[in-house]
């Protein structure tokens, strides 16, 4: 992976010690489990195959645990690379791309107006049926930002674009997002 | 140096601080976007909004959390194995020993009872 200068890496001190110990990598895979989940669901739009490719990228991460340098990457890209190969694998396999829509999210539910809640439960559904809709590189640029917190150095390590072409991508993305949700 | 941010990098900077939790307001503002690219602000807190970072399942976990401690374990073996070729030969000599001596034991044993009824039998 080229490497991405800048980010400073919050989890290097625990994969140094994953890397002497394997059982300390639970510190690493309990940290990660519910954000690779998201972007494995959020892209295959079903919980099987997200558990699935998680699964897939937790083993492969650990197997390759020893081989992790560091090079300028974060070791959360490194990570999230290794998803993002096991989502294409999958998406390959597949053929197409999602069974399902994103529909199958739980909303969370904050106490208040119970009809307030409906609208915001049923705008939220808009807003994701219309990121199912994106192409898949822009859906991609989307869910690693918004759901996974990475910056745009780190998103063009996992998908292996520079990080102004990721910029670019997260512009157009969004600006396909407010012409479907014009539409509606 | 880059006198001048293009639009995706203010767009991006902006984007950082709504998922900083800045109002979208208040990071169009720090950002300087201009009016076109403001609306677009609106629509990064909607997709904040709209996909939250999903837990998975704690059976999922559980079994996930399995397979990896099994892993770790057959490699934490394999490793051992490979920093201690010698003791690895040694081992599985004396295992070798022990099961050479085991069967020929049996087979003795095995020879001594059926001896008298060979006897018993001319």
Redesign the interface.
Same mark, same amino acid.
């Given at each position: 992976m080229g490497a991405v200068m800048g980010d400073p890496d919050p989890d290097l001190v625990d994969v140094r010690a994953a890397q002497v110990d394997h059982s300390a990598f639970g510190t690493l895979y309990r940290r990660y489990l519910d954000r690779v989940y998201g972007y494995c669901f959020y892209l295959l739009g079903d919980h099987h195959d997200a558990e699935d490719a998680t699964e897939r990228t937790f083993l492969a991460a650990l197997a390759a645990i020893d081989r992790y340098r560091d090079q300028g990457s974060t070791f959360r890209a490194w990570l999230f690379r290794i998803a993002h190969n096991q989502l294409a694998n999958a998406l390959r396999a597949r053929s197409r791309q999602r069974t399902a829509p994103l529909d199958a999210v739980m909303e969370p539910m904050a106490p208040g107006d119970p009809a307030a809640e409906l609208v915001q439960a049923e705008e939220a559904r808009t807003v994701r049926r219309a990121v199912a809709l994106l192409a898949e590189d822009r859906r991609q640029v989307i869910v690693l930002r918004f759901v996974d917190g990475l910056s745009a150095r780190e998103i063009g390590a996992v998908i292996g674009r520079s990080e102004g072409a990721v910029r670019v991508l997260q512009h157009r993305a969004l600006r396909d997002l407010a012409a479907l949700l014009a539409r509606r | 140096m880059n006198p001048t941010p293009? $639009? !995706?990098?203010r =767009? @991006?900077h902006a984007?950082?601080q709504v %998922?900083g939790g800045a109002s979208p307001a208040v990071a169009s503002a720090s950002a300087g976007l201009d009016l076109t690219t403001r609306? %677009?602000i609106e $629509? *990064?807190e *909607?997709? #904040?909004? *709209? %996909?939250? $970072? =999903?837990? !998975?399942?704690p059976g999922?976990?559980g079994r =996930? @959390?399995a #397979? %990896?401690?099994g *892993? $770790?374990a057959s #490699? @934490?073996a394999l490793a051992w194995a490979l920093r201690h070729p010698g003791r690895l030969i040694v081992t599985g000599a004396v295992g070798s020993a022990v099961g050479v001596g085991v069967t020929a034991y049996a087979v003795w044993r095995s020879s001594r009872r059926s001896a008298p009824h060979r006897f018993l039998g001319r």
């Open positions: - | 293009s $639009v !995706a990098e =767009l @991006d984007i950082g %998922l609306p %677009l $629509v *990064a *909607a997709v #904040r909004g *709209a %996909l939250p $970072v =999903l837990p !998975a399942s999922f976990e =996930l @959390d #397979r %990896l401690t *892993a $770790v #490699r @934490d």
